[in-house]
Nanobody, 123 residues
Framework: VQLQASGGGLVQAGDSLRLSCAAS????????TGWFRQAPGKEREFVAT????????YYSDSVKSRFTVSRDTANNTVYLQMNSLKHEDTAIYYC?????????????????WGQGTLVTVSS
């Protein structure tokens, strides 16, 4: 499966943004799809994931209640809706896929990665 992340941009603190992770080659419903981010000078960190069944989601504590991950099987795309953005959300956001997995929060458990999309939140 090939993944293409998009939707990043420059926004102000408090704004919203929706990232998309479009898949090609295989159906995303076979995969848990996760979002990770990496800020300058920091390690890549887990943000959110949705299970391959589409009925289970997990979030990091830093984004819980502000971000929502969802899947559109018809468009073979996973979304990350980001509300109430903060300056500390500034990072490159990556989507990743892991076949037939549910609670996948570690980067090394994912087999396929998109190229990343930059989100910059001005304070």
């Amino acid at each position: 499966v090939q993944l293409q992340a998009s939707g990043g941009g420059l926004v102000q603190a408090g704004d919203s943004l929706r990232l998309s992770c479009a898949a090609s080659g295989r159906k995303l419903r076979r995969y848990a799809t996760g979002w990770f981010r990496q800020a300058p000078g920091k390690e890549r960190e887990f943000v959110a994931t949705i299970s391959w069944t589409g009925d289970t989601t997990y979030y990091s504590d830093s984004v819980k209640s502000r971000f929502t991950v969802s899947r559109d099987t018809a468009n073979n795309t996973v979304y990350l809706q980001m509300n109430s953005l903060k300056h500390e959300d500034t990072a490159i956001y990556y989507c990743a896929a892991a076949e037939f997995r549910t609670a996948v929060r570690r980067a090394h458990d994912y087999d396929y990665w998109g190229q990343g999309t930059l989100v910059t939140v001005s304070s």
